[in-house]
Nanobody, 121 residues
């Protein structure tokens, strides 16, 4: 499985960005996909995740501002609205074969490269 993240960039506080994650290869082995982010000198944290059945989970810090969605198992999106400077980070897409939502990054087998999101104040 290969994951390719895109859509990062520079945006002013209060603005919006939409991240995309394209999956290829044995996509049928993926049952949960998620977005993680890592800011400088901070640990990687889960932003949001979604199951193939459409169940979602969000970090408290992004609840109500970010929306995760997917089209089949090939493409996943993260709509980010009302962005804040503290959202600045490298964002990674990830996938796991188990069917349950998970927070720990160690439970995801597949990772894409990161895409940088910078929110200016």
């Amino acid at each position: 499985v290969q994951l390719q993240a895109s859509g990062g960039g520079l945006v002013q506080a209060g603005g919006s960005l939409r991240l995309s994650c394209a999956a290829s290869g044995n996509i049928f082995s993926i049952n949960v996909m998620g977005w993680y982010r890592q800011a400088p000198e901070k640990q990687r944290e889960l932003v949001a995740s979604i199951t193939s059945g459409g169940s979602t989970n969000y970090a408290d810090s992004v609840q109500g501002r970010f929306t995760i969605s997917s089209e089949t198992k090939r493409t996943m999106y993260l709509q980010m609205d009302s962005l804040k400077p503290e959202d600045t980070a490298v964002y990674y897409c990830a996938g796991r074969s188990a069917r349950s939502l998970a927070t720990s990054s160690g439970l995801y087998e597949y990772w894409g490269q990161g895409t940088l999101v910078t929110v200016s104040s």
